[in-house]
């Protein structure tokens, strides 16, 4: 069964970090795109970050970009979101997606990680 578990959020002030993980189970990880997605209350689900499955490419939202860097470790079928400098825009729920190339049906989502950005 396909598993993907987001841990790390919580409760932090402007300026500080947190990093994000996200442990995979039920599908041969390595193959996968991986990507962190976040909802803010009253807004649309957004792409903030995907690595592709070698991990030699990047891609993040300008509004993340500086500040943000996704990373991952196919021997632990993991996937991380390090975030620095977080601004009170920062708060949502994080969600980690697992996606094979373009395939709607190889597409996988976590249950979510709730990540508070306040003073």
């Known amino acids: 069964q396909v598993q993907l578990v987001e841990s790390g959020g919580g409760l932090v002030q402007p300026g500080g970090s947190l990093r994000l993980s996200c442990a995979a189970s039920?599908?041969?990880?390595?193959?996968?795109?991986m990507s962190w997605y976040r909802q803010a209350p009253g807004k649309e689900r957004e792409l903030v970050a995907s690595?592709?499955?070698?991990?030699?490419?990047?891609n993040y939202a300008d509004s993340v970009k500086g500040r943000f860097t996704i990373s991952r470790d196919n021997a632990k079928n993991t996937v991380y979101l390090q975030m620095n400098s977080l601004k009170p825009e920062d708060t949502a729920v994080y969600y980690c997606?697992?996606?094979?190339?373009?395939?709607?049906?190889?597409?996988?989502w976590g249950q979510g990680t709730q990540v508070l950005v306040s003073s």
């Open positions: 039920g599908f041969t990880f390595r193959n996968y795109a």
């Open positions: 690595i592709r499955s070698y991990g030699a490419y990047t």
């Open positions: 997606n697992a996606r094979f190339g373009s395939s709607t049906q190889y597409n996988y």
